[in-house]
Structures are given as structure tokens and as C-alpha cells.
């Protein structure tokens, strides 16, 4: 496993922890909970950066480079599972009607 890979599955996983990122139990596809809070993800990720673990060593003590990682993360992460396209969250379903809609215009 490459270095960049190790501190992507850091990310990853701090931010299921903290359940920025969800997983869908279906899919298992990993997708972004609009209404969780990213600052809680960054927090423990400073935190962990600051016990000089393990963690520590792979981001050679700089949590900069690790929360830069989990805002591209945040960034690039679908708002939902992109093959069931229905997170459990009931705020979403505004959405699925937005997409039926436009299903409809196209035909
Ligand atoms: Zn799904």
C-alpha cells in the first residue's frame, strides 16, 4: 500500500468515525452527510496528529497535510449513494423529487 493510500484510508476513516462520510448499507457506497458538522472530523484529526502515534509518523506531525486531505475528500464525496441515490436522511428526499422532475422534462 503507497504512502498516499495509507493517509487516504486515515481520512476515510476519521471521517466515518465522526460520520461526515456515511456508508450506504446497501451499497456500501461512501457518501457525504450534508448535515453533519466537518468540524468535527478536522478536530479529531488534529487531535490525532498531536498524540504522535501512528498517525503522527504518516503525516511526519503535520495535520495540515491531513486536513487538506479530508476537505478534498469532503469535496469530492457524492451527497448520497450514487447507486441508490436515497440516503436514510428524510431532508434528501427534496432532492429525489428535484430528480424526478427532471426526469420527467427529459421525456
Ligand atoms: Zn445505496
Known sequence: MSTSEKRQGIAVSIA???HVLRTCPVHHQIYLDEDADPAGAFALAIELIRKHGPYAQEFHNNAHTLTD?????FAAAPLC?????????????RNLGGLRERVLEVR
Open 69 to 73: 486531505l479530508l476537505s478534498d475528500l
Open 81 to 93: 449513494c450514487a447507486q441508490c441515490q436515497l440516503p436514510p436522511a428524510s431532508a434528501s428526499l
Open 16 to 18: 466515518l468515525q465522526t
